[in-house]
């Protein structure tokens, strides 16, 4: 499957899609205590398996009593993670403690809408962001930018428009139109246009439902944020390649021919293919296009470690 084309990639079957945020506070708050209940039930009946000690051998008239067997020592729970980037809890009470926590008819979906459209613009909103499952489209668009396929089908922002284009290089060989870049600059600048404090700010005070929907997608100790920075860390480590750049179809074997060829291409580079799905994006983008956007991650980087309350900022 072709990786240039944001409309057919899946997402990792390692990595299930979590059920939608939207329904309100209430089912939100549903979902956990039932995800708790299961857990815990499952945990009770694990520990009593382990920890139950086998019955005790008795003595006969006609041989010795056997001393009990010692019942087993049970393993020492494996500690939680250590968690290397916190949001520092001050930033969520101080910055949204009303709006994180809605009340009356007000979902924590419909709230955090409206906090977007107050960051992003109305117009900017709708056509360029899904605000529908964003918490959700945003953690497992993030863990998947560092894997093999990022599914577009899960994005929080709307693919880019137009097909992929190549050209025939000097050697013949198929390489990344120059125009193609064009796909992506209404993208990137959308992207600077965002004031960076801002969404940070945004981003730290609804980071409890960031962090839940984390923890649903299947890592139940692990922390959104430090994923967060590992995964921006990896896209600033992409590399900067010069045009052109050699790309090739990937073999279909069948008598059915594909009716979009288009989606099938890869780079010629093992190594360049080889990258994480976040990294090819950039790389297709085109060095000035990926560096701008390299410079707008590590900023956004700079405010969520830091998680300094907005009350605080100089």
């Known amino acids: 499957m072709g990786w240039m084309d944001p409309t057919v990639s899946q997402i990792s079957a390692e990595r299930p899609a979590a059920p939608p945020v ?11 205590v039932v995800a708790l209940a299961i857990a815990a039930g499952a945990y009770l009946w694990w520990r009593e398996g382990r920890g139950s000690a086998p ?21 020492a729970e494996p500690a939680p993670p250590a968690i290397l980037h916190p949001i520092e809890q001050a930033a969520v009470v101080t910055q949204g403690a009303q709006a994180a926590s809605p009340s009356g ?4 979906d419909a709230a955090l809408r409206r906090a977007l459209g107050e960051l992003l613009g109305s117009k900017a909103m709708l056509a360029m962001v899904h605000t529908d499952d964003f918490v959700r489209r945003v953690v497992a668009t993030i863990d998947n930018l560092d894997r093999a396929h990022a599914a577009p089908r899960l994005w929080p922002v709307v693919p880019a428009p137009g097909r992929f284009a190549t050209v025939r290089g000097g050697d ?21 246009s965002i004031d960076t404090a801002r969404a940070a700010a945004l981003y730290v005070q609804w980071y409890p439902l960031f962090q839940q ?6 890592y139940p100790q692990g922390y959104f944020n430090d994923r967060l920075v590992q995964v921006i860390d990896r896209l600033l480590a992409s590399p900067e390649v010069a045009p052109p750049i050699a790309v090739r179809l990937t073999e279909v074997k069948g008598p059915i021919a594909s009716e979009r060829p288009w989606v099938r291409y890869e ?30 991650l590590a900023a956004f980087r700079a405010a969520i470690v830091r998680a300094v309350p907005a009350a605080r900022q100089p």
């Open 22 to 32: 939207g329904g309100g506070q209430r089912l939100v708050v549903g979902a956990v």
């Open 55 to 75: 019955p005790v051998t008795t003595g006969t008239a006609d041989a010795p009593p056997v001393s009990p067997t010692p019942p087993p020592v049970a393993a």
């Open 105 to 108: 008819p007000d979902s924590a």
């Open 172 to 192: 013949g060989a198929e390489q990344i139109a120059p125009a193609n870049t064009s796909r992506y600059a209404p993208f990137v600048a959308f992207i600077e």
């Open 213 to 218: 929907a984390y923890r649903e997608l299947g």
């Open 267 to 296: 780079f010629a580079d093992p190594a360049l293919e080889s990258l994480p799905a976040g990294s090819k994006m950039l790389v297709r983008m085109g060095p000035a296009q990926s560096q701008r956007l390299k410079t707008k």
